[in-house]
């Protein structure tokens, strides 16, 4: 089984929609992430969570809100979804020994806006 | 501020020849991390590599090697005798690596597609 799973891998909705995106871990990491990956423009953090208590924006959290609800699992919502969030949308985790720390990413989640 | 330049956006080359894919970086940290991720078609984030700034020994992976030179600011990717599934785009990254640091977040490249034809 996988370590970390994205559930859905793919998603259609429409402008003005809520939808959240769910990611699950079993590798026991505290630190959590949401990037989103635009054509051209690598992986951009949305928001980040280093345990279940933090919870952290990033560079372009506008517009995204997340839930951690347990250490294994972080959702992330799109209250109103516009069409300018089509995108691929990746969650990571990583369990920080010392000040090293490696990012594990799941498969991803394609979501279209129309 | 951190920041990771892949100049290179597309590559092509015929299965069998070497291939290097440059990154170069940027960053007022003393200590830092520097990583190469796979993104094959299917989509997924593959992690193949993490290397310590103050570890300048370049790495070899059986195809693969990487060359970290800290005076250029540059660890490029080296895949030798390519094969039709190293077709990727391939992207670097930066991490931060402070002691008491909380934020270990990844400053991407924007990646570089490589095909390599049959």
């Known amino acids: 089984d996988a370590d970390v799973t994205q559930t859905p891998r793919n998603r259609i909705t429409k402008t003005g929609k809520r939808i959240m995106l769910e990611c699950s871990q079993t590798k026991g990491h505290d630190r959590m992430y949401w990037y989103r990956q635009d054509p051209g423009l690598g992986l951009r953090l949305i928001y980040y969570?280093?345990?279940?208590?933090?919870?952290n924006k990033g560079e372009i959290s506008d517009g995204y809100s997340v839930s951690r609800q347990a250490q294994a699992k972080f959702s992330l919502s799109l209250e109103s979804a516009i069409p300018n969030q089509t995108a691929l949308y990746f969650c990571?985790?990583?369990?920080?020994?010392?000040?090293?720390?490696?990012?594990?990413f799941g498969p991803g989640t394609r979501l279209l806006v129309l | 501020a951190q920041k990771v330049t892949q100049a290179q956006t597309e590559i092509s080359v015929v299965e069998k020849e070497d291939v290097t894919l440059d990154c170069v970086y940027e960053?007022?940290?003393?200590?830092?991390?520097l990583f190469w991720y796979k993104q094959p078609p299917s989509g997924e984030l593959v992690f193949l590599i993490r290397?310590?700034?103050?570890?300048?020994q370049n790495e070899i992976s059986g195809r693969y090697s990487w060359n970290f030179q800290k005076s250029t600011s540059s660890f490029n990717f080296t895949i030798t005798a390519s094969q039709v599934v190293d077709s990727a785009v391939y992207f670097c990254a930066l991490s931060e690596a402070r002691r008491g640091s909380t934020l270990g977040r990844l400053y991407f490249g924007r990646g570089t597609q490589l095909t390599v034809w049959p």
């Open positions: 960053t007022r940290d003393t200590t830092y991390y």
């Open positions: 990571a985790t990583s369990d920080r020994t010392g000040i090293q720390e490696t990012q594990y």
């Open positions: 969570s280093f345990d279940v208590k933090d919870i």
């Open positions: 290397r310590n700034s103050f570890d300048e």
